[in-house]
């Protein structure tokens, strides 16, 4: 690295041999590619073939808005950027290319802010969500007709290593904004995470069924894309799980009737409208990332029905995970929530993800917390 203090700042930035020796290629890069690399300090550098573009700009999520960056292009046509050092956790990530948003040919697509998105992962030193050498379950596609939204709804189930030699619980799981259902599968290791904890004893095994976040009917889907509309497709989520996808998940797996529900950001909010709606249905409700929608100041709760948590005589266990470094409003909204559950003397478990945001480490996190409670 001498060597490559003495060139000019311009070569260090154009020339890939000038890229740190502490590189090592994120776990989203595809076989064969060496970029996006990530180094110890967790600065991260990109390499991609943009030969007739004049500006090329690094932008991404909610992971990637502080992030520094300075870029520059070789005489091969290659644009070389490098960054300050970034986050822990799982970041999408684009390049605005000329002024129009590209992937990185580099890595792997996960479906996020509403279309296939490139994705980096930046190591935190944790193996909870790796492969190991454990029995595996395994993901499977299932779909169902549902009258409420007039069409065929997808979703996928994880079935863990002993499923078929007894019957077992279901955890409904919900993905965010701008993800689909390959959420949980892909950005999330779920497998992977349940998996191990199985294997470890540390929780009991249970079918997860992770649904799609949005039930709209086909007229329903003209409506602006705003807070009412998805407070609507929530209340239909609502009709479907209890009165169509139970019972179809009841029917057709080998189940003993005990269920949990949960979901991140978007999904934390169904998982509140649906678990305290149902009180008697669930026995632990999950938010991960808690968000409130509709709410005002006089009355933060107007379109969730989490009173009846009070006056139910079944009382879920309520799980709430957070990001440390999540932004003020989703900050705001753990403390709406808090404050209430502590007010109205309603047990809860909080748990604060160090050094993450709005991201997939957190929720990772969340579900890995989360697991063991449940089921007891």
Same mark, same amino acid.
């Given at each position: ?175 965010? #904004? ?183 480490? #957190? ?14």
């Amino acid at each position: 690295m001498q060597y490559a203090k003495k060139i000019s700042s311009i070569l260090v930035l154009c020339s890939s041999i000038a890229f740190s020796q502490t590189y090592k290629p994120s776990s989203t890069v595809l076989p064969g590619k060496e970029f996006p690399k990530i180094d110890t300090e967790r600065k991260a550098e990109f390499r991609v073939y943009f030969p007739d573009a004049k500006s090329v700009i690094l932008d991404g999520g909610d992971g990637m808005k502080s992030v520094q960056s300075s870029a520059s292009k070789d005489k091969d046509g290659f644009w070389n950027i490098s960054t300050s050092p970034m986050e822990i956790g799982f970041h999408y990530y684009w390049f605005e290319v000329d002024g129009q948003r590209r992937n990185d040919p580099n890595t792997q697509l996960y479906f996020g802010y509403g279309q296939p998105t490139s994705g980096v992962e930046v190591p935190s030193g944790e193996d909870f969500f790796f492969e190991k050498n454990v029995k595996h379950g395994k993901i499977v596609d299932d779909s169902l007709n549902s009258e409420i939204t007039q069409g065929q709804r997808n979703f996928k189930v994880y079935l863990p290593p002993s499923y078929g030699s007894k019957k077992l619980p279901v955890l409904y799981l919900y993905h965010g #904004t701008g993800e689909d259902i390959t959420g949980w599968v892909k950005q999330g290791y779920i497998r992977n995470i349940l998996d191990n904890l199985f294997a470890e004893k540390k929780a009991e095994e249970m079918i997860v069924v992770m649904d799609n976040g949005v039930a709209l009917n086909p007229e329903q889907e003209k409506m602006p894309d705003d807070y009412p509309r998805t407070v609507l497709s929530s209340k239909n989520l609502d009709r479907i799980v209890t009165g169509e996808l139970i019972p179809y998940v009841e029917k057709k797996y080998k189940t003993n009737h005990k269920k949990a529900i949960a979901g991140l950001s978007r999904g934390s909010y169904q998982a509140m409208l649906i678990g305290a709606g149902h009180p008697e249905l669930f026995s632990a409700i999950g938010v991960f990332s808690p968000v409130i929608y509709e709410g005002t100041a006089t009355e933060p709760f107007k379109e969730l029905p989490i009173n009846n948590l009070l006056t139910s005589k079944k009382k879920p266990y309520f799980f709430i995970g957070i990001g440390q470094k999540e932004d003020d409003r989703f900050l705001q909204f753990n403390q709406e929530l808090t404050h209430f559950l502590k007010t109205n003397k309603y047990p809860y478990f909080l748990y604060e993800s160090p050094e993450t945001r709005h991201e997939w480490l #957190t929720w990772r996190r969340s579900l890995y917390q989360f697991a063991p409670k449940i089921f007891k």
